[in-house]
Each structure stands twice: as C-alpha cells, then as structure tokens.
C-alpha cells in the first residue's frame, strides 16, 4: 500500500441506528441466515438494473462491455464469500450514504418497538429491510471494493468494517466497475464454503433474479467436488412475472415478493395477470403481510417497479399505482412506452393512466375477493392497511363504490374496537322503516361509544357506527350514501327518525317542545355568545343535554381535528339541545337566582361529553362547587 494510499484512509463512525441494528441482526437474525445471501445478490441486481437504465441515456456507462451478470465464490483457505455484480457501482459519498447511514422514515419508531425478544425483533428487523447489513448474520468482517460506472479506475473505493462502532473507508483503483463484497465468515459458517450448498440458497431464494447469477462449475470425482475453470448460470435467470401461472410456485411468487419488497415475511396474497388490447403490459402485484413504519408518510417511496420490455426503467413509479394503495408491492412491465421513459413523460402519458386505472382495479378486485372468500385474511389486512384504504373514498371518485364496499368499522353492535361491520353487514341488519345509517365520530373509540347521542339509538336498538380514526371524518364528508341509504351523523342536524317513531313518541316531542319554550328561550339568552339555538331533544335518555352541530356546520370533532393541525375552521356554533325529562332540567325550570350559572355547567358538560375542551376549565370548577355547596346547605 501506498503512503498516498494510506493517507487517504478514514475511519468513520456509523450512524446510532446502524450500530443497533447490527447488533440485533447478528443476535436475533442468526435463525434465518440464509437471507443474507438473497439480500446481496438482490442488491446487485437492482445495481445492474440501474445501469442499465441509466445506460439508455448514456451508453459510455457499460465501458464497452454490456454483459450483466452476479458472480458469487468462495475461498476455502481463506474463509470468504464474495459477491460480485457488473453493475452501476457506487462512488465515495455513495459508499458513506448507503452502508454508513439508514436513509429511511420510520427508523426512530423502528427502534422503540424493539423489545429484546430475539424472536419478535427478528421480524420487525424483516420489516424494515434488512439488506446490506444482513452480511453480519454469517461474517465478522466485510469488505467491499466498487467503483461507479463511468468513472476512472483510480476512482474505486475499498469500505471495511468488523460490525462494530467504525468503518473505514479510502479510495483506491480498480479497473472493473460494479461492486465486490467480501464477507470474512465467522466461526461455524464452514457449511458457505461449499459450492452445493451456496447453489441450494440461490436456488431457494433467487432464482427469480433476472441476471444470470454466475459460479464456477463443480463436477463429483473420487468422493469430492472439484472445481472446473469454466462458469454455469445457477439460477433461470428469466423474469419470473414473464413467465406463464401455472409455471410459477407459490414458494416462487413469496420468494420473488421478499426481493421485489425487500420484505423479510410472506405476502398476504397477489395477482399476476397479462394485459392486452389497446395497451400490452404484465402485472405482479403484491399486497405485503404487515405494514411498513413510513406507511402514514404520503411522501414514502412507492413499492412498484416500471418495466418496458424486461428493461427496467425506475424503483418507484408512483404514477402507476394511486397514493392510498401506497402499500402494494411489485412490477409492472409494459410492452408499449419508449425505453427512454421519465418521471416527466409518466406524469402526462394516456398509456400510463391506462395502467393505473388497470392495476388499481386489479388490487379492488383481490381485495374485493379476499373480502368474499377468505374473511380472516381480510381482517389482517384491515388491521395493517384499512385506515390507508379508506382515503380512496374521497380521491378515487371512479372507484368509490367499490372501496365503500371493502371498508370495515366498529359499530354498537358489537361494542368494541373491532372493525369488522361493512356497510353491507350494517344495511342487512337494519329495522323495518330504517332508511338511513347511523354514525357518529369522536376522537377515540371509549369517546364515540360513550356519546350522549348515541341514548335513543341504544334505546330502540338501532345500530351505530362507531368512527374514531382521524380519516373517517374525511370518508364520511365524501361518502353521502352506499346502495342509495344516506350516511347521517347521529350528532348533526335535527333528529329525524321517521318510521322508527310512533305518532305517540312524536306527539309527546311536540307537547315538550311548547311546555318548555319559555326555558329554551332563558337559556339561549344566558348563552348568547356560545350557542346559535337552545332546542327540546329526543335524543337522550340518561344526559341532561348534549351538543350537536347544524345540519350544514362542520362537526365539532372535524373542527379541533383541524385546528389541531394548525388549520383554521369556520366559526360554527353549537345546537345546544336539552332533555325534558333529566332532574337537572327540570331544577334548572325553577332556578332564579343562579340561572346563568346552571346553564353555564349545562353547556359545559355538553361540551366535554363530545370531547370538546372547555374555554374557561378554572371558572367550570369553581361554578360546580359552588353549586355543589348551595345544593348540600
């Protein structure tokens, strides 16, 4: 080595995130170690992949040779394994960014979901993606030596780290481009260095790797392998979503998916289908078995892969695939775009909106079907990706329809956090004379359940959906009906429950009324400045009043949703509504003297039992208490 060479050697210490990590991927990973070799050889075909896409543009790239190929061998003396791949290379601040640093949202909630149970962490480390760092399962020591296509031969650069706190890294030359990974194997990884064994892994886990995956041929003489100077191409090296159903495994589909989502689990299911007519292109979808940690970041990198003609064109098309499937996983490898396709053209290409809208259907229709036929995968799904789906409902207006029908929610049937009732569940259940669907939002479940709104519905046991996630005020406001009912706001407007009332109930509503107008009247004006009207209601049963928002107001849960994210909503204010028959109300019809205070706690608690926040909480709890002492003298 040089002195030059060696001046311009630096040691560098990992980001936090990195050191943990691989302290528990050697630890809770050590079980499954296998997938190291399918992470590197699917990192050195993305590598070929975006030469050969950053090629169409530049052809100098391929530096006169276009063969694209993995070559994985061994060294038995000296213990290593190194794979080595013919594509695009990294160059010195490549190197630091992508084996010093984990460039990903999501990492620091990754980290605090880490329990310390090796079997637990092992899968939320698949979660995340291994990838590179999963070299460490079966090595002590890695090397690695790459130069970025196009660049000079003294351009090359050597990263080496034992796994621990540092890495150093400098620069050297090396006349190939592309990557070579050297892993200096641990004790009790000797099985590695055995050609059957690397070509079952391979096999196992990759066979579906475009690149012909490339090792020196072994032939069985005298009761051992030898050798032989000659290369074979271990896996079938032909694009597995090419290929025809009924020549693919399930174990090939789940295997394909783990590199195509760099996922560590199997996937929930998938559809693969060939598209021809106007546009000819192949679909491998995949909808993954549990949800990544960036999932509620809108911004994350999409999971589809864009082909043409088997040449791959980007990682994260996200104009094939509407932003609330932004968990599908897979390829898309179309017939008719030109090779030279951009993020630009995708943008304004008729083709491209064919695809979507094809794909998109593609996905209901799986849903949809799983759904129907296989309900307890459905909930699993829900469970991990149903929030996400749900805001379809208001940017997919051709779909609509059919995301209404795939969406699930808790209701008072059931009483519980579970969101299993569809819309077609809750219609079927309706009462005789019931033409609309209940629902009421809050911003926790324990809120919705415990709504005073809810006491008539309870009462005649009419059923209510029970709305507490932040998305379910944007489904209701862009969700008017399904199958012709009205979606209606038990917490809205005038209660109308038409036929599920009696002329009796209805009557006796209006006598009310007229009985305590002159107490409505006296309330209204004590509360001038905080309520738009004072109304007799039906709605409760046990609370002595409730809040509720004017047919066309927005709802008080909408309004401190947006104001909690620093958004402005219009000033709407309340129908305060009172009930007739409650002791308080009834005392509150013969109060003089501290009226206004009483009308004051009225409001008040209304305001807290919806989950509102009180203006002046010091001046309510001085009120109580005094009402409290007057009321025990």
Same mark, same amino acid.
């Given at each position: 080595?040089?002195?030059?060479?060696?001046?311009?050697?630096?040691?560098?210490?990992?980001?936090?995130?990195?050191?943990?990590?691989?302290?528990?991927?050697?630890?809770?990973?050590?079980?499954?170690?296998?997938?190291?070799?399918?992470?590197?050889?699917?990192?050195?075909?993305?590598?070929?992949?975006?030469?050969?896409?950053?090629?169409?543009?530049?052809?100098?790239?391929?530096?006169?040779?276009?063969?694209?190929?993995?070559?994985?061998?061994?060294?038995?003396?000296?213990?290593?394994?190194?794979?080595?791949?013919?594509?695009?290379?990294?160059?010195?601040?490549?190197?630091?960014?992508?084996?010093?640093?984990?460039?990903?949202?999501?990492?620091?909630?990754?980290?605090?979901?880490?329990?310390?149970?090796?079997?637990?962490?092992?899968?939320?480390?698949?979660?995340?993606?291994?990838?590179?760092?999963?070299?460490?399962?079966?090595?002590?020591?890695?090397?690695?030596?790459?130069?970025?296509?196009?660049?000079?031969?003294?351009?090359?650069?050597?990263?080496?780290?034992?796994?621990?706190?540092?890495?150093?890294?400098?620069?050297?030359?090396?006349?190939?481009?592309?990557?070579?990974?050297?892993?200096?194997?641990?004790?009790?990884?000797?099985?590695?260095?055995?050609?059957?064994?690397?070509?079952?892994?391979?096999?196992?886990?990759?066979?579906?790797?475009?690149?012909?995956?490339?090792?020196?041929?072994?032939?069985?003489?005298?009761?051992?392998?030898?050798?032989?100077?000659?290369?074979?191409?271990?896996?079938?090296?032909?694009?597995?979503?090419?290929?025809?159903?009924?020549?693919?495994?399930?174990?090939?589909?789940?295997?394909?998916?783990?590199?195509?989502?760099?996922?560590?689990?199997?996937?929930?299911?998938?559809?693969?289908?060939?598209?021809?007519?106007?546009?000819?292109?192949?679909?491998?979808?995949?909808?993954?078995?549990?949800?990544?940690?960036?999932?509620?970041?809108?911004?994350?990198?999409?999971?589809?892969?864009?082909?043409?003609?088997?040449?791959?064109?980007?990682?994260?098309?996200?104009?094939?695939?509407?932003?609330?499937?932004?968990?599908?996983?897979?390829?898309?490898?179309?017939?008719?775009?030109?090779?030279?396709?951009?993020?630009?053209?995708?943008?304004?290409?008729?083709?491209?909106?064919?695809?979507?809208?094809?794909?998109?259907?593609?996905?209901?229709?799986?849903?949809?079907?799983?759904?129907?036929?296989?309900?307890?995968?459905?909930?699993?799904?829900?469970?991990?990706?149903?929030?996400?789906?749900?805001?379809?409902?208001?940017?997919?207006?051709?779909?609509?329809?059919?995301?209404?029908?795939?969406?699930?929610?808790?209701?008072?049937?059931?009483?519980?956090?579970?969101?299993?009732?569809?819309?077609?569940?809750?219609?079927?259940?309706?009462?005789?004379?019931?033409?609309?669907?209940?629902?009421?939002?809050?911003?926790?479940?324990?809120?919705?359940? =415990?709504?005073? /709104?809810?006491? +008539?519905? *309870?009462? !005649? &046991?009419? $059923?209510?959906?029970?709305?507490?996630?932040?998305?379910?005020?944007?489904?209701?406001?862009?969700?008017?009906?399904?199958?012709?009912?009205?979606?209606?706001?038990?917490?809205?407007?005038?209660?109308?429950?038409?036929?599920?009332?009696?002329?009796?109930?209805?009557?006796?509503?209006?006598?009310?009324?007229?009985?305590?107008?002159?107490?409505?009247?006296?309330?209204?004006?004590?509360?001038?400045?905080?309520?738009?009207?004072?109304?007799?209601?039906?709605?409760?049963?046990?609370?002595?009043?409730?809040?509720?928002?004017?047919?066309?107001?927005?709802?008080?849960?909408?309004?401190?949703?947006?104001?909690?994210?620093?958004?402005?909503?219009?000033?709407?204010?309340?129908?305060?509504?009172? =009930?007739?028959? /409650?002791?308080? +109300?009834? *005392?509150? !019809? &013969?109060? $003089?003297?501290?009226?206004?205070?009483?009308?004051?706690?009225?409001?008040?608690?209304?305001?807290?039992?919806?989950?509102?926040?009180?203006?002046?909480?010091?001046?309510?709890?001085?009120?109580?208490?005094?009402?409290?002492?007057?009321?025990?003298?």
């Amino acid at each position: 080595m040089t002195e030059a060479t060696t001046a311009s050697r630096e040691t560098l210490g990992f980001q936090t995130e990195v050191k943990q990590l691989l302290q528990l991927m050697i630890h809770s990973l050590y079980s499954n170690r296998e997938i190291f070799l399918r992470e590197l050889i699917s990192n050195a075909s993305d590598a070929c992949d975006k030469l050969r896409f950053e090629a169409l543009h530049n052809d100098a790239l391929y530096e006169n040779a276009s063969d694209l190929n993995i070559r994985v061998s061994f060294d038995k003396a000296a213990r290593t394994l190194t794979i080595t791949d013919s594509g695009i290379g990294m160059n010195r601040d490549e190197v630091i960014a992508n084996l010093g640093t984990i460039a990903k949202s999501g990492t620091r909630e990754f980290f605090t979901k880490l329990s310390g149970d090796q079997q637990k962490d092992a899968h939320l480390i698949g979660q995340f993606g291994v990838g590179f760092y999963s070299a460490f399962i079966v090595a002590d020591k890695v090397s690695v030596l790459t130069r970025r296509a196009g660049e000079k031969a003294d351009q090359g650069v050597r990263w080496e780290s034992d796994g621990g706190g540092e890495f150093s890294i400098e620069m050297v030359d090396r006349a190939a481009r592309g990557t070579e990974i050297t892993l200096h194997l641990r004790e009790g990884q000797d099985d590695l260095l055995a050609g059957y064994k690397l070509r079952e892994i391979i096999r196992k886990y990759s066979n579906h790797i475009v690149q012909p995956i490339l090792m020196q041929k072994e032939e069985w003489k005298d009761g051992k392998y030898e050798t032989l100077a000659e290369d074979e191409t271990v896996n079938q090296a032909s694009a597995l979503w090419a290929r025809s159903k009924n020549e693919i495994t399930e174990e090939q589909y789940k295997e394909f998916y783990k590199h195509v989502g760099h996922d560590f689990d199997d996937p929930l299911a998938w559809t693969h289908a060939r598209v021809e007519g106007k546009q000819e292109y192949t679909q491998l979808l995949y909808i993954p078995g549990r949800a990544p940690f960036d999932m509620y970041d809108r911004q994350a990198r999409h999971g589809i892969k864009l082909y043409v003609r088997r040449v791959f064109i980007m990682d994260d098309a996200e104009q094939l695939m509407p932003q609330y499937m932004r968990f599908v996983r897979g390829v898309v490898d179309s017939a008719d775009l030109p090779l030279n396709v951009s993020r630009e053209i995708l943008q304004e290409s008729k083709d491209i909106e064919a695809i979507r809208k094809g794909c998109t259907g593609k996905v209901l229709g799986l849903l949809a079907d799983l759904a129907e036929n296989d309900k307890e995968k459905y909930i699993k799904f829900w469970g991990e990706f149903g929030h996400v789906l749900k805001e379809g409902v208001g940017e997919d207006f051709a779909n609509k329809d059919k995301i209404a029908g795939l969406l699930r929610f808790a209701s008072t049937q059931a009483d519980t956090t579970d969101e299993t009732v569809s819309l077609k569940d809750y219609v079927s259940r309706m009462k005789d004379g019931q033409e609309k669907i209940y629902y009421v939002t809050a911003d926790s479940f324990n809120a919705a359940k =415990n709504s005073p /709104h809810l006491e +008539v519905f *309870r009462k !005649k &046991g009419i $059923e209510v959906l029970l709305l507490s996630a932040r998305v379910d005020e944007w489904v209701v406001s862009n969700l008017p009906e399904f199958e012709g009912k009205q979606l209606v706001s038990v917490a809205k407007g005038g209660l109308d429950l038409g036929a599920l009332e009696d002329a009796a109930e209805k009557q006796e509503q209006e006598k009310q009324a007229d009985e305590f107008k002159g107490l409505t009247d006296k309330i209204k004006t004590s509360l001038a400045d905080k309520v738009k009207e004072v109304r007799v209601t039906h709605r409760l049963t046990d609370s002595p009043a409730c809040l509720v928002a004017d047919e066309h107001d927005m709802s008080g849960n909408l309004a401190r949703l947006l104001k909690a994210s620093g958004q402005k909503a219009p000033i709407s204010q309340p129908i305060l509504e009172i =009930n007739p028959a /409650h002791p308080v +109300v009834l *005392r509150l !019809k &013969g109060e $003089e003297k501290r009226f206004d205070d009483w009308a004051a706690v009225l409001f008040d608690q209304a305001l807290l039992a919806e989950g509102g926040q009180l203006d002046d909480p010091a001046g309510f709890v001085k009120r109580v208490n005094q009402l409290m002492l007057e009321m025990g003298a």
